[in-house]
Every structure is written in structure tokens, then in C-alpha cells.
């Protein structure tokens, strides 16, 4: 370079260096915030699990231009957490569908009405039973009982509409309905031990059982509504009205880690035995389980219409929604849900 030119350029370059330096500095640093996510147990959580190891909450909030610490927070059921996030003491959690919809109705117009923010998990539901007579729910005799998780569980609602379809009552069956815990109900079933004769199962509680020659389907979630939502994830208007971009980073947070699961059901598997230690699974028979179920997780929200029209029909919704779009984020009335 020609030594004039040099000296003419050296400047001028030294100058938008620290012009850039300056405005560099000049910029405010992001305020740091933390989210607090309520999380509970069972595969269904399995994206929160992802999203917590591998940062997936932080890594979306960064290109989004945040800067966010994610907290998780376990709860023993799902009424303590929805109580938490009415409260305020943490920002968001999963729900079942119809427990959604009543935060929804409940608090109409205020700060505590909850929305979904993002979906988990459509895991598919199915009805089990260890009689070798029974083909159907029609086969099920006054003194058997039908176990479950609880009585507000997405099950519950299932086993309703099924009964609604066959004799156009949908609490046919609610009083043989019984509350136990999967492993207790899990041992029953197969050594046959008392009146539980069926057991509405979710993954991978309904692989392990239908490994016994004992066990058979006679219901699936899918026969009775089609593909739906297992868990979604919501906050309350309070929440997202304060933190507007966080709905969208949790949403492509869960579609991360659901893309997690479909790629690498191996490390998926590893994850959660890492956050949920177990005598009966391993990573292999859990890495094949969720090379089958990988489509069941992701962020958008399906059954959501079909649930509220039923809760209406039960009464439980005098207000349902129009359309399912009003329960959700913009972050996801643009996507697959319904």
C-alpha cells in the first residue's frame, strides 16, 4: 500500500473502531430473568426434562433477545402446582385439558386466567384389562373396577365419552371407577389380586404391562377422540402480559426438545432415567418405546375444541369457547393444534 494511502486509511479505520467500541458499551445490557416451570412425573414431562439438561428455555430466549434463567419446580400433583401458578408463586406448568379450559373460564378477565402457552405431549391413553372376557367397556361387569390416576385425568374424561357414545350416558361407569397410584395398580392387574379388572394407562406404564400374555387392550385414547393433547403447558394472562416473547420461547423450547426425542430416542431415554431413576426400565426398552411415541410430543395443542364441547354437554363449562383459539397464545393459533 502506497505510503500516502496508508496514511489516509490507518486513521480512518482507528476512527469506526471506536465508533463500534463506543456503541458497543453504549448498548444496555439485558436484565436477567428467571422463569419459574412447574413440572411433575411420568414420561408425559419428558420435554421438560430435555429442556432443563440441554438449556433449551435459555438457548430460544437468547434469540429472542432475552436473557432468562429457567428454574424447575417438582409438585406432588397437579392441583398444589395450578394452585402455585394462580398465585403467582411460579410463572407456568402443565395441565390436562379440561383442568385448563376451567382455569380459563374460572378467571375470566382477570390476571389469573390461564392460557396454553405451549403443548408437550399427545401421548396415547389405553384401557387395559387382565379378564380374558372382556372385549370392550360393554363387557364390564358392575363389581369390576377401573383404575386411574385421578379423577380430574385426561382418562377419566375419555372413559365419559366412550360411555356417552355407547349408552348416551356418560357417567354409565363412574361409580366403578377407583384412584390408585400406576404401580399399585400395575401389580394388581397381574397377579389378577382383587376387583381391579381395567386400567387406563399411559406411557410406559401400557408397554409394560401388554409385555404380559396376562394383559389386553379393549380402548384407546385415538378410538375414542382422535389424536389430543396429554399435557399442555400454560401461564396466566398476568404472566404473559408481563413477558410477551416468553409464550414463543417456550413453545420452540418444547419443539426442540420434541425434535430431541424423533432424532435420538437413546439420549431422550438417558435423560429421563437421569431426572426419573427406575428398577423396571432401562434405556433400551425406553429408547425403543420413544422411537415409537416421537410424533406424540411437540408444541402444538390438539383436541382442545372436542374436550370443551364435552365439558359443556357435562355441565363443567358454562362459557366454553367458540373456538379453541381463544384459549391460546398467538404463538400457537398459527400451528397444526385444534
Known sequence: MPVVRRCIVWPVMRKIAVALMLALLARPALARQDVNIGI????????????????LVEKQARIADLDVN???????????MQNAIAAGAIDMGPYGVVPLLTAWERAGGTPQQVFAISGMTTLPLVLLTNRPGIGSIKDLRASDRIAMPSLSAPQMYLLEMESEKIWGRYDKLRGQVVVLPPAETLNAMLSGSGDVAAYFASAPAAETALASPKIHAILTSSEVMGRASFLIMGATRRYIEAHPKMPDVIAKAMQE???VIRSDPKKAAEIYLKYEPS????????AATLGE???????PVRGI?????FAARLGQLKNPP?????IVTPSLANTSSS
Open 70 to 80: 429457567a428454574n424447575y419446580q417438582r409438585f406432588f400433583g397437579s392441583g398444589p
Open 257 to 259: 426438545a420434541a425434535d
Open 322 to 326: 367458540k373456538s379453541w383459539k381463544e
Open 40 to 55: 411433575g412425573f411420568g414420561l408425559a414431562f419428558l420435554p421438560t426434562y430435555i429442556c432443563q439438561e440441554l438449556k
Open 293 to 299: 411415541l416421537g410424533d406424540d410430543f411437540g408444541a
Open 279 to 286: 428398577r423396571t426400565l432401562d434405556v433400551t426398552s425406553l
Open 305 to 309: 375444541q372436542a374436550y370443551a364441547d
